[in-house]
């Protein structure tokens, strides 16, 4: 659910288009990635920033413009 969630964020904000101010011209588009870290018992929140850490990089790293997370609902942009 999370991860479907923050990829329909993903999606509307790939959706809007950057324009010069006060102008139609457009600057470029909105991309961004993610990565999601699911939170366990016991886990520290140090844990937590550095596997959402490791899976933005990743997001990244298979192109960008995607959601990484590992979750069992994740899926990929």
């Known amino acids: 659910a999370a991860t479907q969630l923050i990829d329909r964020i993903r999606v509307q ?3 809007r288009r950057l324009v010069l101010k006060g102008t139609k011209t457009p ?3 909105i991309t961004a990635s993610f990565g999601l870290a699911r939170f366990s018992p016991g886990t520290s929140s140090a844990d937590l920033i550095e596997q959402a850490d490791k899976k933005l990089y990743l997001a990244k790293s298979n192109g960008r413009n995607r959601v990484e997370s590992g979750l069992l609902d ?3 942009a």
Do not use: N
Request: aromatic share 0%; charged share 20%; proline share 0%.
């Open 27 to 29: 600057i470029g588009d």
């Open 74 to 76: 994740s899926h990929a």
């Open 13 to 15: 904000m790939s959706e």
